[in-house]
């Protein structure tokens, strides 16, 4: 057996995580407001309490546009919250897997992001994602474990697909933008991968990419919710591509956040799988 600590469990990824738990593991799930990530003595009693073999840190301040007005809780969780994980690892001996973002990227490469690609993150979030990252390299070095994902979503929280959804009940036309592109990632998966990773008798330390395969705009994303729940509604939805211009948003985001997920994928040793695939199954799942 491994104890292994997940933090934010109440989260899509830490709800995916939770349900997805294998056998060999002791799943300590811990969220607010029990357990604040940012406070030292409960992070300190996180530890003593339960002697993780591996922390997964799955909480962060994850609101990027409320985060370009409140950047010092965004850094609070996403940076500072994140160097006491990391200290108590160091302090217990304990692993850190970190999951951090496509965000650090400004996404103006035109291939997809490897790992070691330097970051240049466009907003607070990222940027306080970005820092994460640092702290965790700098206290653990290259013996900790860096994920990045992105466009998550999870038939548990609120995302992407569930605002298409709802939007979709009381609207017959959806503008959504067509010039950021990335790949929508069922959080069910990462949670595998995740799961993958810590499982093994060492955990592979190093930054790794993972979403799952295939690439999109929002609006192919958007079109492809419309498409597989169309036979529940009882007239179609229009959904028509806009510019970014045209839906001005606090946070500025990355127009190109492909990530290179080959190292990630062949740890893994399953076939990824394509984005449209996981879109369907999860939907299967919120309306069986
Ligand atoms: N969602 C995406 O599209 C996306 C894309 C790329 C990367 N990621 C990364 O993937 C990871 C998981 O994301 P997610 O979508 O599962 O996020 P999420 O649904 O927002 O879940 C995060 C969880 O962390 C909790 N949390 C926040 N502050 C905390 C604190 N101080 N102490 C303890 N727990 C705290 C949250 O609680 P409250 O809800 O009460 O705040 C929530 O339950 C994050 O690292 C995120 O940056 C996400």
Same mark, same amino acid.
């Given at each position: ?84 994980? %990391?200290? *108590?690892? $160091?302090? @217990?001996?304990?692993? #850190? =897997?970190?999951? +951090? ?85 069922? %959080?069910? *998966?990462? $949670?595998? @991968?995740?799961?993958? #990773? =810590?499982?093994? +008798? ?62 990630a994928w062949a740890l893994w040793g399953r076939r990824p799988e394509h984005w449209r695939e ?11």
């Open positions: 057996m491994k104890t292994v600590v997940v933090t934010g469990i109440m989260g899509q990824l830490g709800w995916e995580l939770e349900r997805s738990a294998p056998g060999w593991a002791r799943l300590v799930g811990v969220d607010l407001p029990e357990t604040d990530i940012t406070r030292a003595d409960h992070v300190e009693r996180l530890f003593s309490e339960n002697r993780p073999d591996v922390i997964l840190n799955a909480a962060a301040y994850t609101a990027v546009d409320r985060a370009e007005q409140e950047p010092e809780a965004a850094y609070r969780v996403n940076r500072d919250a994140v160097r006491l994980l %990391a200290e *108590n690892c $160091a302090r @217990f001996g304990a692993h #850190l =897997v970190h999951v +951090s973002t496509d965000f650090v990227f400004d996404g103006t490469g035109s291939r997809p992001y490897r790992p070691e690609d330097p970051p240049n993150p466009l907003g607070v979030y990222g940027a306080s994602k970005r820092a994460g990252e640092e702290a965790v390299l700098e206290v653990l070095g290259a013996g900790s474990t860096i994920v990045r994902t992105a466009w998550l979503y999870s038939s548990h929280g609120a995302n992407f697909v569930k605002t298409m959804l709802r939007l979709f009940e009381d609207r017959d036309e959806v503008r959504v933008v067509a010039d950021q592109v990335g790949t929508p990632t069922w %959080a069910a *998966n990462l $949670a595998n @991968f995740l799961w993958s #990773l =810590v499982g093994r +008798s060492s955990v592979p330390p190093g930054i790794f990419h993972f979403t799952d395969a295939g690439v999109a705009s929002w609006y192919d994303f958007a079109v492809a919710v419309e498409e597989e729940t169309r036979p529940r509604r009882l007239r179609p939805v229009s959904v028509r591509p806009i510019r970014t211009e045209e839906y001005p948003t606090p946070a500025r985001r990355p127009p190109y956040s492909v990530l290179d997920k080959h190292a996981a879109l369907r199954r999860m939907l299967q799942e919120l309306f069986p």
